[in-house]
């Protein structure tokens, strides 16, 4: 199946590296003129410039997504300039691992305002026009762990299975005006986090990946650029797991 895409604008967040800066590199790709957030200006930048200099249209936010101030009045510049974000993928995310019992405050708060509520912030913040548009994709980068929890990361667990009922929310909330929400929860795939993963953490890994490797951020790029289509228009209110059948 061909893809069909119509030219439109798009945002990404986490877009400096990893996961994300595969799914900006896709989305330009596809004619698409792609706004790469990311909180440090030295990763969006250069992602930004690369796909302008590659003929495709992109430009750098540097913003700190788990700032809600500065996500609103970054939303009011995107909007004045564009009019309309028509594709929001909330991507960006951190760790902050740790046993409940020596979890602190912090590492909580951060995760979960940099992973979970910052999908709120820049839905909320750019939502509006789509739906006088009546078009629109929200697509989040959930997580396996998500669906399924994993030891020492509660609150990474808890910020994404979050990601995932607001999905659902925002798909039975927005579908009357022809706008799509969907979840993609990735598994183990080759980024610079797991790239810190010890050959014994890989080892163990693979046990409960049935497809016995790690994942790309191209196939996750993928199914962002299937989900950001035309031919998805029909598809809403689910969560992809892209996880080499761990989630099984």
Excluded at 127 to 147: D, E, F, L, Q, Y
Aim: glycine letters at 10%; proline letters at 4%; hydrophobic letters at 45%.
């Amino acid at each position: 199946m061909k893809l069909t895409h119509q030219p439109r604008i798009a945002l990404v967040t986490g877009a400096g590296r990893g996961i994300g800066k595969a799914i900006a590199e896709k989305l330009a790709a596809d004619g698409h003129t792609v706004l790469c957030v990311s909180k440090n200006p030295a990763s969006c930048g250069p992602v930004a410039d690369a796909i302008n200099a590659a003929g495709g249209k992109a430009k750098a936010y540097p913003v700190d997504v788990a700032d809600p101030v500065v996500v609103a009045q970054t939303c009011e510049a995107i909007l004045k300039e564009y009019e309309c974000v028509d594709i929001v993928v909330n991507n960006a995310g951190i760790t902050k691992d740790n046993l409940v019992i020596r979890m602190t405050e912090t590492d909580w708060n951060d995760v979960i305002s940099t992973n979970l509520s910052s999908a709120f912030y820049w839905v909320k913040g750019l939502v509006r026009p789509m739906t006088r548009k009546r078009w629109g994709r929200i697509i989040n980068i959930g997580s396996v762990v998500g669906c399924i929890g994993n030891p020492g990361q509660a609150n990474y667990a808890a910020a994404k299975a979050g990601m995932h009922g607001l999905t659902m929310s925002l798909a039975r909330e927005f579908a009357s005006r022809n706008i799509t929400a969907n979840t993609i929860a990735p598994g183990f795939i080759t980024t610079d986090m797991t790239d810190k993963l010890t050959e014994e953490q890989k080892a163990a890994a693979m046990k409960v990946v049935p497809l016995q490797r790690f994942g790309t951020t191209d196939e996750i790029a993928s199914m962002v650029d299937f989900l950001a289509s035309e031919n998805a228009g029909y598809i809403t209110g689910q969560v992809f797991s892209v996880d080499g059948g761990m989630a099984i």
